[in-house]
């Protein structure tokens, strides 16, 4: 592995839902440009975890953060920093595809848009579908509703979206689990071509997707509490040829999870 | 074998069961349906042939022959639309600050349960209070104004309860990507919530609005006017409305006078119609628009 600079980094991360905590002691350093999967048995706060990084668990009522993160270096939850400044830097796609009811051009602008971004937005658009690998597919139904698009085509056109705003940095919730194989390697092939330019973190729960996409990978485990903790973190292949961990070697073997 | 003898008798039974059952169904269907031809027929044999142009442009009078409900079709007209003027914004924002801003504390159920139950309050006791508050405490007088304010009182529970189960059919995933694009609260509320919610506010405020609009009750709480010889200039004058004239007209013992209720009845159910027709065709409008 080539030594990678920083672009996100946990400092003890704790994450309380109400009284529930979440995650528990968190410190995990994800490099530019490569492929961080985030895995673990379900429950186990991988998502969670993944939603600190860009400030989604501010949506849910009664959760708090303790611990750090770092942006480029800045921590992304000090008083003076905006979430939507944060969101709008660090673009995220979920699970199951989430387009918006309206024009398979304005799910792409929706970005721009909201953010005020000058400029030509039809260019704009057009990059961003074609740097998703769906222009071709769709370039003659811009002004169709995006309802109508197949699952896949729906899924990388929330990535799309998301690439529209040119974030640094894009954050994956099992962005595949409402697949079907064909459509999970379209993703897949569009991951590894993205991280020329992008940071990607993904969560996933399929062990063979991580072992094929990823460049480092976190384990998490919950303790007795049901607090997520993370068990092991670094390269990929170290981490699933020869882990040091007897848990992870466990999980990735399939004995437990 | 005689197990499935057994089943195909029972099988027999059921299937009668079931067309027994979905005839009363279709019966208690009907019934619905019977009623309300009953109840047209009725009025237009009645109405129909007092029904004309002069009767819609001329003023209440003690000769049938020459009375109209000019005035009463003007009044209704006035205190509906101030009534959707003031409805409409206060009761959508009311359900936008509820469901989208306002944090899940004791405070937010509290204003909840006194919506709910300001919903089932009787008419006339909104009467009593646009009576006490809007034409005495506000000295607004008898006025278009207080009566409007008065039906904007009782419609606000039916229009804001409407309009939170509008904005709560938004999918959740549907903010949150909005969210995650870095969408301000009020981006999401204004590109995302609202062109999804609109049709479904749209139909909750014209059901209440409909509602509102043959309301005698309230009206004569606050002392609207039966015998009015002018048409409301501004929201300062006084008015009646069709709901009261048609009232007064049924108690009054000549028979010509119950065939005028009948013709009034049909004036107020075409209004109704037409304001229904016209949420109808919003309501497609926006939802074309969404689909798109």
Redesign the interface.
Known sequence: MIHATVSLEAKGLELWYGKFQALRGISVVIPHNQITAIIGPSGCGKSSLLRCFNRMNDLIPGSRVKGEVLFDGRSIYGADVDPTEVRYRIGMVFQKPNPFPKSVFDNVAFGPRVNGIQGNLEERVEHALRRAALWDEIKDRLHKSAMQLSGGQQQRLCIARTLALEPEVILMDEPCSALDPVATLKIEDLMKSLVEEYTIVIVTHNMQQAGRVSDMAAFLMMEEDRAGTLVEYGPTAQLFTNPKDKRTEDYITGRIG | MKNGLAFQRHLKVRKIKGNVLSTLFLLATLTGILVLIVLIVDVFKDGLGWLDWQFITSYPSRKPQEAGLLSALFGTLWVMALTALFTFPIGIGTAIYLEEYA??NRLRRFIQTNINNLAGVPSIVYGLLGLALFVQALALGRSVLAGAMTLTLMSLPVIIIAAQEAIRSV?Q??R?????????RW?VVR??VM??AIPGMLTGTILAMSRAIGEAAPMIAISALVYLTFIPKDPTDRFTVLPIQIYNWVSRPQEEFGHLAAAGIIVLLVVLLTMNAAAIFLRNRYQKR???
Do not use: C, K
């Not at chain 2, 949150?176 to 301000?184: C, E, I, Q, R, V």
């Open positions: 944090p899940d999918p995933s549907h949150l990507g909005a969210f995650a694009l870095g969408a301000t981006q590109r995302i062109p999804t969404t689909e798109e």
